[in-house]
């Protein structure tokens, strides 16, 4: 009893965390446009405010992606050992290169209203922005499938959930995968249709995984030592 009632605060506060991913990036994605998009956004003299904020919730949302994997670890853990680690691994790995790319935005910011030249002030916040743009492809791009991989594989298998939601995951997962190749070799330039096709199962299934955890928990299906043991 006391292993089910720890089990379902872990999924709620897996399920929380991950609401709050979406709750910080999609506001962040909007409030940056300024920066990524305007090439003399370094030269400018007004306020900052904006892309501050935005760094800020994605810190918020880098912190908790790798909230949702320690509060799910123990989750899926008792599903598959081997799935819990990769887990942990890729979504941490998903936090780490996001910070990444918010250290190189804060940077464009100190460069702002510098005295200097004013090409080489440009040139060097669009190499910033550049590198910002593929950490986004390498962490928010890729990872989420490699993360769809583990712990939906784990969450179907054991049925912990309908089995719905992770299959959006593990369908999703080759899709976004096989965008980012195609990013990759574009020169880190999405194909904005392929793109918004190919991530829209992610989406869905970290959202339903999201709200399911926060409302309904895990299932209650005993979990055998063989099974906890499997890759």
């Known amino acids: 009893m006391h292993d089910d009632v720890e089990e379902r605060a872990h999924a709620l506060a897996g399920g929380l965390l991950y609401l709050v991913t979406f709750a910080s990036s999609i506001p962040a994605a909007l409030l940056l446009a300024p920066v990524l998009d305007d090439p003399d956004f370094v030269l400018g ?20 992606c790798v909230g949702t994997a320690v509060a799910l670890y123990p989750v899926v853990r008792r599903r598959s050992v081997t ?60 990872m989420p499938a490699c993360n769809a991989v583990f712990l939906g594989t784990a969450l179907y298998r054991s049925r912990a959930v309908p089995r719905f939601i992770p299959l959006l995951g593990l369908v999703g997962a080759p899709m976004l995968l096989a965008s980012s190749v195609l990013t990759w070799f574009h020169g880190g330039r999405p194909i904005t249709a392929v793109a918004a096709v ?15 955890l926060t409302t309904k928990g895990v299932g209650r299906r005993p979990i055998r030592a063989s099974v906890a043991s499997v890759a």
């Open 83 to 142: 799935s819990a680690i990769g887990f942990v691994a890729t979504r941490s790995f998903e936090a780490a290169v996001i910070v990444v790319g918010i250290v190189c935005l804060l940077a464009v910011v100190t460069l702002r209203g510098q005295v200097g030249d004013d090409r080489t002030l440009v040139v060097v916040a669009r190499a910033l922005v550049a590198v910002r743009d593929w950490t986004f492809l390498l962490g928010p791009g890729v």
């Open 45 to 64: 003299a007004g306020s900052s405010t904006r892309v501050l904020v935005a760094c800020l919730l994605d810190l918020v949302n880098a912190l908790a």
């Open 198 to 212: 190919a991530v829209l199962p992610i989406f869905v299934w970290e959202l339903s995984l999201g709200v399911w």
